[in-house]
């Protein structure tokens, strides 16, 4: 590749970029499509595999994605609206607990200091517990209080069953046309690395994502049938948690214990089913969820998914967060991918001398 070239190569990424971050206010719901098609498309093929035509198996999914939808709508999050209006309200309560009975108790039993003035913080949750019914009021007139706002909003939502679509129906002949365009010397190469990529990509998304959809049916379920009253919430945030490995787990037994403590006291027999449910949760991940769902493939490292996201997010907002992943996984395979052209060197044969074996003393 000559100079000129590489400088060329260099400029379009540069404007490719530029042009991304002028247009991610309205790059969301073509992200989303583009998702959704990735996700979908490996259930496309099998039914085509069935010899069911490429349509008919677009039609079939998208079937199924608006019946969870409409599960989600009609069962779930009514479920989880009441459940957040009950903790806005038992926020006082709890308030009370932790200054009435937990904070003496570790100021006697540990020796710390009062330094927690909980008195505003109670304050401000009761004078507004009144208003936590008309929630869904508030959100309706701040999305309807500009027409032209709530017109673009609903055209974007409109959209991304449209993106989705088509781009499921097409996806094999977009991503046969690209392979195509691939400069003939680097096309294996290319493909090479992006195979890895959505190596990666699969591992997660496709693994991750259905590991977090099972431990949230499994930790939500579990702690409804101990009894806990926030049970559905936490249970759900343990399994949106487990993202990061072990994260879920920590942030859920940990929210569950303390609603428990508060909801039942001391009483040991719902702080053993909790602690049976989390674990049953962690065997199941690690014996069966995640060696059938995710299996040996490699996947994100769990604090370049935390980086990835937070960075994502700061930079480019919610779209940033859509990108996010898919950016990282480029950049790790990227980095292995250049991590070995290095040990092929011969800057790195001259760092150890072209042996592994420690110099001898003199």
């Known amino acids: 590749m000559t ?3 590489r400088w060329l190569w260099m400029a379009g990424l540069f404007l490719l970029g530029w042009l991304l971050y002028l247009l991610h206010p309205i790059l969301s719901p073509f992200l989303i499509g583009i998702l959704l098609a990735y996700l979908g498309d490996p259930l496309v093929d099998r039914l085509e595999r069935h010899r069911l035509s490429r349509t008919g198996g677009v039609v079939v999914v998208f079937a199924l994605f608006a019946l969870v939808l409409l599960i989600l709508l009609l069962v779930l999050v009514p479920m989880l609206g009441r459940q957040l209006v009950r903790l806005y309200q038992l926020a006082p309560e709890m308030l009370d607990w932790l200054q009435g009975t937990a904070l003496p108790w570790t100021q006697s039993h540990l ?6 003035q909980l008195d505003q913080l109670k304050q401000v949750f009761t004078e507004n517990i009144g208003k936590t019914t008309d929630v869904l009021k508030l959100v309706l007139a701040q999305a309807t209080s500009s027409s032209l706002a709530f017109l673009a909003w609903l055209g974007n939502l409109l959209l991304i069953p449209v993106v989705s679509f088509y781009l499921m129906r097409d996806w094999d002949l977009l991503v046969e046309r690209m392979r195509r365009l691939l400069p003939r010397q680097r096309e ?7 195979s890895e990529c959505h190596e990666v990509l699969g591992a997660f998304l496709r693994g991750q994502l259905l590991v977090m959809l099972a431990l949230s ?16 919430l936490i249970g759900l945030l343990a399994g949106l948690a487990s993202i990061v490995p072990y994260m879920g787990f920590i942030v859920g037994i940990g929210a569950a214990l303390t609603a428990a403590l508060f909801q039942f006291g001391l009483d040991p027999y719902p702080l053993l089913g909790i602690g049976v449910v989390f674990m049953i949760g962690q065997m199941l991940e690690g014996m069966v969820l995640t060696p059938m769902l995710v299996g040996d493939r490699i996947g994100l490292h769990p604090v370049a998914v ?3 996201i937070l960075a994502g997010g700061q930079l480019f907002g919610f779209t940033g967060v859509l990108l996010a992943l898919p950016v990282a996984a480029v950049i ?8 070995d052209l290095y040990k092929l060197s011969g800057l790195y044969g001259e760092s150890n001398s072209g042996s592994d074996e420690p110099p001898s003393p003199a």
């Open 3 to 5: 100079d000129s070239t």
């Open 111 to 116: 020796g710390l200091q009062d330094v927690l």
């Open 188 to 194: 294996g190469l290319v493909v090479k690395l992006t």
């Open 217 to 232: 049916v499994i930790y939500a379920s579990g702690l409804m049938l101990v009894g806990l009253e926030l049970g559905l």
């Open 306 to 308: 935390i980086f990835a």
């Open 332 to 339: 790790m395979v990227l980095l292995r991918h250049a991590h």
